[in-house]
């Protein structure tokens, strides 16, 4: 700490004299004591102000020494307290404010550039963040690096994971295991569910090396202190579809019950959603660990979101849909255009029987966002279908203009035409998509699978006439393909015969065709048998047992 200038009188000398002994042994409570003495003297002293806040800060009494800025705002002006002031408000989650306390400040000393990355961190301006970090890097020689360059890959990570961003290389060298498990993130992030599986293993080692050497660690110690590392582990299970290995990992984390309310607030939210709707009493326990002190200043907004989305479908789960519709109306007023607030209202409506009302929820959604249309008119096509109103679907579905031209599309109205019995409109639908196709995207794969799915739907039909220009075309493209020219040929013979006899020169002589025939087999068999067929169903039976349609 520093002490008072020339001139000071013999008691305010003794108590500076104190001052100083009470920093260096980090008794800041007793540095107060004589500090407040000294200000009951001289209650303007700009070191003295200065000190008492350092040491209220050390204390950890953020409120307090915020108060002796705001009181002394004349003497301890910003280029004097900057980094003090925007650290408490930083403690005290005022991280807007602390923010704006920064970018105040006339000149930024490393420390205070240190703290900018933690808050713009923190305020999830992930790219700002990494500007900051790079620059200290590039800029600091001190003890400190290897702190640095774990923040940094803290925020590659998370870069990599909510921002969907392949983050640039910057050759850190994985020398911790944090720095290790950040990689892993990183990993995850991209997808690389295996490689980012591999570094966590590495971090977990790491972690063990780092730790073995205190002796007073129990092995529940060490867990706890690798739960951060088993959680991501966890997550990797659950996302490669191996739940009953999560949810084992995930209940022996929460049995250790780790003092960081952010991780035990994920791993229970995991659990909640591997369990969907089953198991609903336990996931109404877990739900409890997401709605701890604090969990909101540990975590994203994307993963509070989930949090709150998950409590919502668990409402509707446990017929709690007064509960539901609130915590979904709070989540659409919060964000609008998202998805998936109004589709939990649209279920919820749904299990009230309240079909009609939930298309027109989801239709006006739909108007009032375009650029989500596509995905809720899909939904809204799925409720007809359970109404048993196919026609209907097939309406919402051909309003989708930016996927009519899909395989997927093709194939469910296809589909949908063919239980109704309009095989036109099916084909119809065929050749829209063979017309999209070859203009866009001529002689491509798709263009010839979507051309031969039509013919052989064309031919399942007795369209033989309808399926010529189809065949042709395929034949055309592979004038080898021996079961085209077959098919060709049979149409043919029904409108054209003349046609079909010069075709069927291309096919390969008998000579050339290569039959194995099993003789003692065809000998050996019991030749062909009667089957008598099975009485046909009642219409009503048949429709019943077709309407189970899926999209």
């Not at 350092?54 to 108060?67: D, H, P, R, S």
């Not at 650290?87 to 920064?102: F, S, V």
């Not at 026609?391 to 599309?409: D, F, N, R, V, Y």
Request: proline share 2%; hydrophobic share 40%; with cysteine.
């Amino acid at each position: 700490m520093a002490n008072a200038g020339g001139g000071a009188s013999a008691p305010l000398a003794t108590l500076w004299g104190e001052v100083n002994k009470a920093g260096q042994n980090g008794d800041f409570t007793r540095a107060l004591k004589s500090l407040n003495k000294i200000l009951q003297v001289a209650k303007d002293d700009v070191t003295a102000l200065h000190c008492k806040v350092v040491c209220l800060i050390q204390n950890g009494n953020f409120k307090e020494a915020l108060n002796v800025i705001h009181s002394n705002i004349k003497v301890l002006t910003s280029d004097v307290i900057a980094f003090e002031k925007a650290y408490c408000e930083y403690r005290l989650n005022r991280i807007e404010t602390a923010l704006k306390t920064i970018e105040g400040a006339s000149q930024k000393s490393e420390k205070l550039k240190e703290l900018h990355g933690q808050v713009l961190y923190r305020l999830e301006r992930y790219s700002d963040c990494l500007s900051v970090y790079r620059d200290i890097i590039r800029n600091s020689q001190d003890d400190y690096d290897e702190e640095r360059k774990t923040n940094l890959s803290a925020v590659l990570a998370a870069m990599s994971i909510w921002e969907k961003k392949t983050p640039e290389d910057f050759g850190i060298q994985e020398s911790t295991y944090e720095l290790c498990y950040n990689s892993a993130c990183t990993l995850i992030g991209q997808g690389h569910l295996r490689k980012g599986m591999t570094k966590l293993r590495e971090a977990e080692e790491l972690c063990r090396q780092s730790i073995s050497e205190d002796a007073d660690l129990t092995e529940e110690d060490i867990e706890a202190e690798l739960a951060i590392i088993h959680g991501q582990m966890a997550y990797i299970m659950q996302l490669q579809g191996k739940t009953d290995d999560a949810l084992q990992l995930y209940n022996q984390i929460i049995k250790l019950k780790p003092t960081d309310v952010g991780l035990m607030a994920v791993v229970a939210n995991n659990i909640i959603t591997v369990n969907k709707d089953q198991n609903v009493f336990d996931s109404k326990k877990k739900v409890k660990l997401t709605n701890a002190e604090g969990v909101e200043h540990k975590l994203c907004k994307k993963q509070l979101q989930a949090i709150e989305f998950n409590k919502a479908l668990l409402s509707m789960y446990t017929n709690q849909a007064d509960q539901c519709r609130k915590i979904s109306a709070s989540l659409q007023s919060q964000d609008p255009e998202h998805l998936l607030p109004v589709l939990i209202q649209a279920a919820q409506l749904c299990r009230e029987k309240q079909h009609a009302k939930a298309v027109e929820m989801l239709q006006e959604f739909a108007d009032q966002h375009p650029d989500n249309a596509a995905q809720i008119k899909l939904t809204m096509a799925q409720l007809k279908l359970a109404q048993g109103n196919v026609t209907k679907a097939c309406m919402i579905l051909k309003s989708i203009k930016e996927l009519e031209q899909t395989p997927g599309m093709v194939s469910a109205l296809v589909t949908m035409h063919s239980y109704d019995e309009d095989i036109d409109s099916a084909i119809e639908v065929f050749s829209n998509a063979i017309s999209w196709y070859q203009e866009n995207q001529p002689i491509s794969p798709l263009h010839l699978s979507l051309v031969r799915e039509a013919a052989n739907f064309k031919l399942k039909h007795g369209r033989k006439k309808d399926a010529i220009s189809d065949l042709e075309q395929l034949w055309k493209q592979n004038p080898k393909d021996i079961h085209t020219l077959a098919q060709l040929i049979s149409a043919y013979s029904l409108v054209d015969a003349e046609k079909a006899k010069i075709l069927s020169k291309h096919l390969p002589s008998s000579d050339t065709m290569k039959l194995k025939v099993d003789v003692d087999a065809l000998e050996n068999s019991t030749g062909a048998t009667f089957i008598r067929k099975k009485a046909a169903k009642v219409a009503g039976e048949q429709a019943k047992e077709q309407g189970q349609t899926d999209i």
